[in-house]
């Protein structure tokens, strides 16, 4: 753990885990911790936004479609199982609402209202939880290489590069709309219940996912700072500025633009997952131009040059919208497109900037940094 | 075939193929703006839709107008809306450029996000305003009803009327370009921004005319819109993506390039829309383009510029 | 040439149907150091470009230690042992004089490399080596956007002897120089010429004495006269293409 996080990461690191492990769960209930779990899924995609654009200047607008990647593929598999518990329903036990009658019995509730007699072939995977996690893990970043690669390739950079993910978004979203029988259209996938027989619905279960998603968000946080700590990260940030240079030392520019794409999509498509853990269901809402948009704008407000800054800048502005929203619904909107611009025109740091000019030299000149020394030293 | 006749299925195709002369106007009159901008810039902007949405606004506000104060002369008020729209989206777009974009030149990715956040900013500004549901504009009596061509092809009037006008405003627009002073500097600009500076082209004042010129652009479109499409905040949204996609795909700052792409992806959609379903039609147009893109991502028409 | 480095022959570019580049021949020997001088539009950074691969020419062969790189991608063509240097310095502004150092030197140079590359012994030895040639020993810690122009220069060179190459070409390497700075340049391209060859792009001619063996004089994307100093000096073509340079 010491190679991995020097000095002042390691101090970022132990914060933000005593927060989201520690305090979080002490001090608040099980309806706004929840709300936190879902905050934080939009985490691993601000994270993986990090490496790919803070780091290599790659904008992507477009990673709501690896978060929907991974958040549909948990959709699909929890939902054929909550459709297996419906077989053998009768009208009976649909009067107490424990389950719901089908004409066709095993298949999810929206195929069998498109009249659908079967479960198509995409979907056989989805029976598997083993193959389901495989596949979230590795589908996103499949799509990402092939996209990736080909752009590259062809020198396809900037704003041709963000117009492009911002299509495929688009595209993506679409699609599920328009596909009500087949993944769910225009309502989502939703009514999910069971886990392997665990029910998710319940408080227990929901702080137990909490849980499990803020380990893998610190576990991925790992990951970035040694992608950061490598020449890897170097090269990454070198692809930033000199393009040119980083070709003629002697290094594909293709390979690592795509290896930084991919990385971000891995990151979102895992984000997704737990999406749907945490909420309980996934909607192309969330796949879409608007969703994909908000995601560059967590990071940036977070600090799109810092791991860390990126987590913050998801709470932070999904709590705002929460409490936004409830107090002054016609405001939101205004203050969203004030992030927008403020981050752009004047915050580029976001808030780790903030922190690392503003509060930091404060910390060192008073008696907390002889703590923050202490800790740094362990 | 299919149940029809040849001579019925011939009608059908006019009208369809009618359906996407209308989709071409669309994409050209949002385009036009976009391409000006984006070629002489460099800048994406995601507001956009949003002055084409306050064109729309404006001239329902001056249907109301004209309906309490001018109700003889209704069946004008269209034009003079139109230019009414023109002046004020260009007026906000040169607003928006000196609060905001010009800070942003060397930064297209980030001009990207705060013309985002503006949007955001404008759709809430009318919905406080208008509200949330769309309003009705009326269209002026000469634009209702159709004309039949023939005993099976019907045209709607308003349809040609946003046709005509998507015409003669690329007419416009190309003389600009090619022949009005404006059009020289921007094209100077475009070419070598030092150059056209040295000789005494103010560079900031050129930057701030060509953005307020692209809104004002998608002012008239929103106006000519109120016709074909619902006149709601959010009606910028609709067709924001597809106007990037035609601007990137015509080949950065090349007139031409967006009137041949605008063609290109509304005919393929409106084709395609004749065989299947609406979404699926849409996605395949956007999968062939971006496909095409992935691979040449200088679009139809690229112009060599050596910046 | 059997022993040669760099072997071009007919060399040809157009852009836009005038040619830049001319049916242009002539050979690199090991260990040498050839300038090319010649008036501005000769051709002569065109002619760096075709060779490491930015640009693509029309007709001609060029041959690096005697295997054909025409096509080949740029990064290819580092790998195979060329090094070059930009007009303008073209460094990573954003690292220290040690990681640029460190990301030029020859290793782990594809994605799962540099993931897994780690700063041992054998890296740290040749950028001490390379930093106190290029007079940067006391600069290592120092972000590379801090350093003096003619520093950044020095540290370009640098990043290019990181990667060993055969062959080695600069392009105006003491443009913005002091002139204690040009001559501490000369002495650095005198000894970094031990075990490779070098290609030098100036219009210093006071610089290019200092450092020439055998110099080729460009004009028009041809070669208009080539050999000593002194020799090419006295050639009447050069002197009326340089109006009594």
């Known amino acids: 753990m010491n190679k991995i996080l020097k000095g002042d990461t390691k101090y970022h690191f132990l914060v933000l885990a005593v927060l989201l492990l520690v305090i979080f769960p002490t001090f608040l209930d099980v309806f706004r911790l929840n709300l936190v779990g879902k905050y934080l899924t939009f985490a691993f995609v601000a994270v993986g936004l990090v490496i790919c654009w803070g780091a290599g200047g790659i904008l992507s607008l477009g990673q709501g479609v690896f978060f929907g990647v991974g958040g549909y593929l948990m959709a699909m598999h929890l939902k054929l199982e909550a459709a297996q518990a419906d077989i053998g329903c009768t009208r009976e036990l649909q009067e107490t609402g424990v389950c719901i009658v089908q004409s066709t019995p095993g298949i999810p509730d929206f195929m069998d209202w498109a009249s659908m007699t079967e479960l198509p072939l995409f979907w056989g995977l989805s029976h598997s939880l083993i193959l389901t996690i495989i596949m979230i893990l590795t589908v996103p970043a499949i799509i990402a290489f092939f996209f990736g690669y080909v752009m590259f390739r062809n020198r396809v950079g900037g704003v041709y590069f963000a117009i492009i993910t911002q299509s495929t978004a688009a595209l993506l979203s679409i699609l599920i709309i328009g596909n009500a029988g087949y993944i769910g259209g225009f309502n989502g996938i939703t009514d999910l219940r069971t886990l392997k027989g665990w029910d998710i619905r319940t408080d227990d279960a929901k702080v137990y996912i909490y849980f499990v998603t803020v380990i893998c968000l610190l576990i991925v946080l790992l990951i970035a700072q040694i992608i950061l700590n490598s020449k890897l990260g170097r090269v990454t940030v070198a692809l930033r500025g000199q393009e040119d240079r980083v070709r003629f030392t002697g290094y594909s520019v293709t390979a690592f633009k795509t290896a930084a794409f991919c990385f971000a999509a891995f990151a979102a498509g895992i984000g997704g997952a737990f999406f749907t853990m945490n909420v309980g269901f996934i909607h192309a809402n969330f796949v879409g131009v608007v969703a994909s948009i908000e995601m560059v704008i967590f990071c940036a407000v977070g600090g799109r040059f810092s791991i860390y800054g990126a987590v913050y800048g998801a709470l932070i502005v999904n709590a705002a919208k929460t409490l936004f929203s409830e107090a002054y619904p016609e405001l939101w909107l205004f203050a969203m497109g004030l992030i927008f611009v403020g981050v752009v025109l004047a915050f580029q740091k976001g808030v780790a900037g903030f922190y690392s000019d503003v509060i930091e030299p404060r910390f060192r000149s008073s008696k907390a940094s002889k703590y923050l020394l202490w800790i740094k030293s362990l | ?307 | 040439m059997a022993t040669s480095v760099l072997s071009v022959k007919d060399l040809t570019v157009s852009f836009d149907g005038y040619k830049v580049v001319d049916n242009l021949s002539f050979d690199i020997g090991q260990n040498e150091l050839r300038v090319i001088i010649g008036p501005n539009g000769a051709g002569k950074t065109t002619v760096l470009d075709l060779i490491s691969g930015k640009t693509k020419p029309t007709a001609g062969s060029i041959k690096l230690n005697g295997r054909e790189i025409m096509g080949v991608s740029e990064n290819r063509i580092v790998k195979l042992g060329l090094g070059r240097k930009f007009q303008t310095p073209s460094i990573f502004e954003d690292l220290t004089v040690l990681e640029n150092l460190e990301i030029s030197f020859p290793r782990g140079r594809d994605v799962f490399g540099a993931f897994f590359f780690t700063r041992d012994d054998e890296v740290v030895d040749r950028i001490n080596e390379v930093a106190n040639i290029i007079y940067l020993e006391e600069e290592l810690e120092t972000d590379a956007a801090s350093l003096s122009h003619g520093q950044k220069q020095w540290l370009e060179v640098g990043m290019l002897l990181m990667q060993d190459p055969k062959l080695m070409m600069l392009d105006e390497p003491v443009a913005g120089m002091t002139l204690n700075e040009r001559e501490q340049t000369a002495k650095l391209l005198n000894k970094i010429c031990q075990g490779r060859s070098v290609i030098v792009i100036e219009h210093d001619m006071n610089f290019v004495k200092q450092i020439a063996q055998t110099v080729t004089v460009l004009h028009q994307g041809s070669v208009l006269s080539e050999g000593k100093m002194a020799e090419v000096q006295k050639d009447p073509k050069v002197i009326e293409v340089y109006l009594g340079h």
């Open chain 2, 1 to 307: 075939m299919f149940g029809y006749t040849i001579g019925e299925l011939g009608s059908i195709f006019a009208m369809q193929g009618f359906a996407g002369l209308i989709l071409f106007s669309v994409f050209v009159l949002m385009g036009l703006g976009l391409a000006i901008i984006f070629g002489q810039l460099g800048v994406i902007n995601m507001a956009h839709g949003e002055f084409m949405m306050m064109g729309m606004y404006i001239t329902y506000i001056m249907q109301l107008l004209f309906i309490e104060f001018a109700p003889g002369l209704m069946n004008i008020y269209f034009f003079v809306a139109m230019a009414v729209a023109f002046l004020f989206t260009a007026i906000m777009g040169g607003c928006v450029e000196f609060l905001v974009v010009r800070h942003l030149y060397r930064r297209p990715l980030d001009t990207l996000l705060a013309t985002w956040g503006i949007s955001l900013m404008l759709q809430q500004g009318i919905r406080v305003v208008f509200g949330t549901r769309e309003v009705g504009v009326v269209k002026p009596e000469w634009m209702m009803g159709s004309v039949a061509v023939t005993d099976m092809i019907d045209i709607q009037i308003y349809g040609l009327v946003v046709m005509a006008v998507t015409v003669a405003l690329t007419i416009v627009v190309m003389y600009l370009m090619l022949r009005s002073v404006w059009g020289k500097h921007v094209r100077a600009v475009v070419q070598n921004r030092e150059m056209a500076g040295a000789v005494g082209i103010n560079t900031a004042k050129t930057d701030r005319t060509t953005f307020a010129v692209g809104c004002g652009i998608a002012g008239i479109a929103g106006s000519a819109f109120t016709m074909i499409s619902s006149t709601a905040p959010d009606a910028g949204q609709h067709y924001i993506v597809d106007t990037f996609l035609v601007v990137v795909f015509g080949g950065a700052g090349s007139l031409l390039g967006t009137v041949a792409s605008a063609f290109a992806i509304s005919q393929t959609q409106s084709t395609l829309e004749f065989f299947i379903t609406g979404s699926m039609a849409k996605v395949w147009t956007l999968l062939i383009v971006i496909g095409i893109l992935m691979v040449r991502p200088q679009g139809l028409f690229a112009v060599k510029i050596r910046r």
